[in-house]
């Protein structure tokens, strides 16, 4: 049975700085690419970052590229995200996952229908 647990979230003031966990079971994550997700308050959920198998190739949405590290402990089968510079527009809830990394259109697609139950990240300004 795969599980995720994300962890990390918190509330912080724009400028401020998080970093996310995701620590998973049942699936050897160095099989896989691992992407993060976000969704906030009525909206669909995004693609946010994705990191290849051997955790060389990275791929970023736009609106956090520069300010935003993903990186992963395949010993510790755990998935990071550094988060930076943060602004109120990052508020939601975010998820990681197994995904195929894309060059085009999103820059992550979950492999399968496994999801976590988030953690929370709130930006005031």
């Known amino acids: 049975q795969v599980q995720l647990v994300e962890s990390g979230g918190g509330s912080v003031q724009a400028g401020g700085s998080l970093t996310l966990s995701c620590i998973v079971s049942?699936?050897?994550?160095?099989?896989?690419?691992m992407g993060w997700f976000r969704q906030a308050p009525g909206k669909e959920r995004e693609a946010v970052s994705c990191?290849?198998?051997?955790?060389?190739?990275?791929y970023y949405a736009d609106s956090v590229k520069g300010r935003f590290t993903t990186s992963r402990d395949n010993a510790k089968n755990t998935l990071f995200l550094q988060m930076n510079s943060l602004k109120p527009e990052a508020t939601a809830t975010y998820y990681c996952?197994?995904?195929?990394?894309?060059?085009?259109?999103?820059?992550?697609?979950?492999?399968?229908?496994?999801w976590g139950q988030g953690t929370q990240v709130t930006v005031s300004s």
């Open positions: 996952a197994p995904a195929s990394c894309g060059l085009s259109g999103p820059v992550a697609t979950s492999l399968f229908n496994y």
């Open positions: 049942g699936l050897p994550i160095d099989d896989y690419a």
């Open positions: 990191l290849g198998r051997s955790g060389r190739s990275t």
